[in-house]
């Protein structure tokens, strides 16, 4: 950090992370991904290159720079949550800090957007990111759901369904260039997601049978009324 | 292929292929697979540098020979598929698919799961492959629900479901050391995304209001029979 200080003298505010992940980022842009070094990198940050890896474990990793703190920030996000609220809500609330990350640099994002799409492994390195957030998700949903049956399959395709509702929502947002908002279309993603498995919602984490436990039927509209009682009679008993 | 016949003249039903894939195994069980160039995967087969890279592109293919033919199935599958049947039990048959190029041969998958466990780099190429999985479900389903309002969203969303399903599935049997019947393992697992998302499903596509519209109705246990009627006779007025 020493070494940052001195060399940013005329930036002190801005961190060393932050100087290096944009000097990578802007040479990404210039000269392509592949053709940029470390060295090149460090030079233009005017740094020793043992900064960089101080900071970043890869070149990959300059490109998501904020996806760390991110997951920290979900961990603490799902570690506060209350054990009261629906648990699809929650996951569905904590990806849309992902979401905060992109939003608040939509240019930033935009144009790395681009340059993921062009270099092969920077798509490997967010997928490993992405999977990163989805098995977070599937963590927390797993020990709300411990006592159903079903729940460790349940949380892993619900974690699933949220990051894909994210994600849709959120490309959408950079493919039309950062313009509209990011909020907004990732709201209107998950609202699938949380209509399908939310408490209350069709696909619903079934508890235990009680005696509130609840019957779902389905008729045909075609279906002459005394067969959709017959069927409700029959679920009502089967549960 | 001729320096292939050559070297193997005493196996030659064998194909180079598969002498690569299993001499690039048997070292990265023994060595590890960082520790393995490819000049000892050659030096094992008896070929020669330029062969290995005939097959495949890098070490990590030689780790899953078959995806990529299994990939070509799955293509054939869903251009196959009739546009009758219910799209989310295509997708399900598909990833099936997948399924048996590990349940066909356990002892190899359960010993490859291991591997991957163990090195970062193997994960990663597995989450590309499966990545490339997910793609293609959500193609086929997107092309079936182009006339719904969120088909796109509900295509991807559906996808990543049958991924994680299979995904829950197929793990569990690798986790048992392919012990068990691994076919019903992933059945199991998808019914929980066959039930939720096809047609008839609670959460299955809307297509436009018709005549044959579906009802989907729920009533808590504890509920009189006059109220779940009423409530049935409403949701086949309003829709």
New interface residues.
Partial sequence: MSEAREVNGAQKKAPMREVLAEAAFQLFLERGFERTTVDDIVARAGVGRRSFFRYFPSKEDAVFPDHESCLADMTAFLEAASDESDAVDVVCDAACLVLRVYSTNPEFSVQRYKLTREVPGL???E??VV?RYERMLAGYLRQRWVEAT?G???A??V???V???H???LRSWLRSGGEGDAEDAVDR?LR??R???GEG???AAAPEP?????????????AP?WR??QR??SA?RD?
């Fill in positions: 798509r490997t390195y997928l490993s999977r079903d460790s399959l349940r892993e395709v974690a699933a369904s990051v894909a509702a994600n849709n929502g993603a699938l997601v209509r399908t498995w919602g069709d696909g009680q005696q509130e436990d609840v019957v779902v039927m389905v008729a045909t509209k075609g009324m959709v009682i409700v009679e009502l549960g």
